[in-house]
T-cell receptor
Framework: GAGVSQSPRYKVAKRGQDVALRCDPI?????LFWYQQALGQGPEFLTY????????KSGLPSDRFFAERPEGSVSTLKIQRTQQEDSAVYLC????????????FGPGTRLTVL | GNSVTQMEGPVTLSEEAFLTINCTYT??????LFWYVQYPGEGLQLLLK?????DKGSNKGFEATYRKETTSFHLEKGSVQVSDSAVYFC????????????FGAGTRLFVKA
């Protein structure tokens, strides 16, 4: 069956540009997570949705980062006025029910800010 | 705060060698512990998990035992294959200050034929 998909797989942005990263979770999965993975590091939690509700955004590094999941399925992570330190792989994961369930990860979007 | 520390890589082994990747953690309470694997070009996938002290998680010949007394969850495999070449991440579920999964930095494993 289809897993978690993310698009684009690679994104190059000039400093100051806005970017939007898309995540398509596994159909029927209630929970959705975004992570940021810097080069050579493990993923770091950004935000969590249960259906369309954003229940935890404690990991978002600044108010330039915004995530939404308006219909409880597809999610978009938006980064405004990108900075070089935003360069990373952005991972999306979904789980069937609650946030303690097994997470299924997408392949990630590699963002490079020049 | 809660954290995970795992051995630095890369680890390079010959096929059929014994593998150990060390992982230790700091956490309040009784976290669940995980090993994730990331094969080249693919997303992270759960390899195994243990939810309480002395539990042993196992999958695909890999195993790890939840050791509360040493706060460790070392990954082992008796005989590695070339196809095991990947990056391995140790992780825990933290319930402090809100639930989140905390990952180690990852250990890259190369297995030579």
């Amino acid at each position: 069956g289809a897993g978690v998909s993310q698009s684009p797989r690679y994104k190059v942005a000039k400093r100051g540009q806005d970017v939007a990263l898309r995540c398509d979770p596994i159909s029927g999965h209630v929970s959705l997570f975004w992570y940021q993975q810097a080069l050579g590091q493990g993923p770091e939690f950004l935000t969590y949705f249960q259906n369309e509700a954003q229940l935890d955004k404690s990991g978002l590094p600044s108010d330039r980062f915004f995530a939404e999941r308006p219909e409880g399925s597809v999610s978009t992570l938006k980064i405004q006025r990108t900075q070089q330190e935003d360069s990373a792989v952005y991972l999306c994961a979904s789980s069937l029910e609650g946030r303690t369930d097994t997470q299924y990860f997408g392949p990630g979007t590699r963002l490079t800010v020049l | 705060g809660n954290s995970v520390t795992q051995m630095e890589g890369p680890v390079t082994l010959s096929e059929e060698a014994f593998l150990t990747i060390n992982c230790t953690y700091t956490a309040t309470g009784y976290p669940s512990l995980f090993w994730y694997v990331q094969y080249p070009g693919e997303g992270l996938q759960l390899l195994l998990k243990a939810t309480k002290a002395d539990d042993k998680g196992s999958n695909k010949g890999f195993e790890a035992t939840y050791r509360k007394e040493t706060t460790s969850f070392h990954l082992e495999k008796g005989s590695v294959q070339v196809s095991d070449s990947a990056v391995y991440f140790c992780a825990l579920n933290s319930y402090t200050g809100g639930f989140k999964t905390i990952f180690g930095a990852g250990t890259r494993l190369f297995v030579k034929a």
